[in-house]
């Protein structure tokens, strides 16, 4: 059996910068450990997986260290193959997830336009151990599936060094970093304890929770937003009652062949 496999650099208009991801289309599901292989094999921080049935696409995600519910960055580089390489009929697709009905759609100039759903921000104690491994202090602290954690300067974040085995047992997918912008609106950066891939370049699903919350914020509801990864990433993101609207561009990087 083979697999085809695209590699696509998500939230970006250049090879090599955003975040890659790998997308595997299949005709029928194959199994979770299969599929969690195929993740490991590829050590990108996101391996999709999609089944067209009726028009519609079931989609998964695995991360080398486990499935996951929801991604950003794979959603839209699965968006970017199906529009350009498996002949979709119109400019939107319909996904089905573990979080739910997710829709994507392609403007005139390739802008890809994700409809997720927008997560609230529970307010919660800065865990001690934050202290602890980040050479800066956040000024609070949220919990989403992920921890958010906000910061007073975007020089913090682009300094930020966390000492990540120390927040291991934290209940959390994530660890999302947050300022406003010097620039644009928000900026931020993610890490991951438990994951080989220590930091996300560039999120799509923390925007769920950044977006929220720098809503309240700054009294408004459209946003331009750069994560600060060494990759960087670029994103555009709206917020429509309990949807986040994010968007991005991507590019192919690499076609190859999965010999199973």
Not at 90 to 103: A, H, K, P, Y
Not at 204 to 222: D, E, I, N, R
Request: proline content about 5%; some cysteine; aromatic content about 12%.
């Amino acid at each position: 059996m083979e697999i085809t496999l695209y590699q696509i650099d998500a939230f970006t208009k250049k090879i090599f910068g955003g975040n890659p991801a790998a997308v595997c289309p299949l005709d029928n599901w194959i199994s979770a450990d299969l599929m969690q292989n195929i993740a490991i094999e590829n050590n990108l921080a996101e391996t999709a997986f999609f089944v067209q049935k009726d028009g519609i696409y079931e989609i998964r995600w695995f991360m080398p260290s486990g499935e996951i519910n929801l991604c950003g960055h794979a959603t839209l580089a699965s968006a970017f193959v199906i529009f350009n390489y498996l002949n979709h009929p119109t400019d939107e697709i319909v996904f089905t997830s573990q979080s739910g009905e997710l829709r994507a759609s392609r403007s005139d100039n390739d802008l890809i336009t994700l409809n997720f759903p927008a997560w609230e921000n529970k307010p919660i104690e800065i865990p001690t151990e934050i202290s602890t491994a980040f050479n800066h202090q956040p000024i609070a602290a949220f919990a989403t599936r992920d921890l958010l954690l906000i910061f007073e300067t975007e020089q913090q974040i682009l300094e930020l060094q966390p000492n990540l085995p120390l927040l291991k047992h934290l209940p959390f997918l994530g660890i999302n970093c947050t300022a406003k912008g010097n620039e644009v609106d928000f900026v931020s950066r993610v890490f991951d304890a438990n994951d080989a891939i220590s930091e996300d370049p560039v999120t799509g699903s923390a925007h769920c929770g950044f977006v929220p919350y720098w809503a309240k914020q700054l009294g408004k509801t459209t946003f331009h937003a750069k994560q600060l990864s060494a990759r960087g990433g670029e994103l555009f993101c709206e917020l429509k009652g309990d949807r986040v609207f994010i968007s991005g561009y991507a590019v192919a990087y690499m076609k190859a062949g999965i010999n199973l």
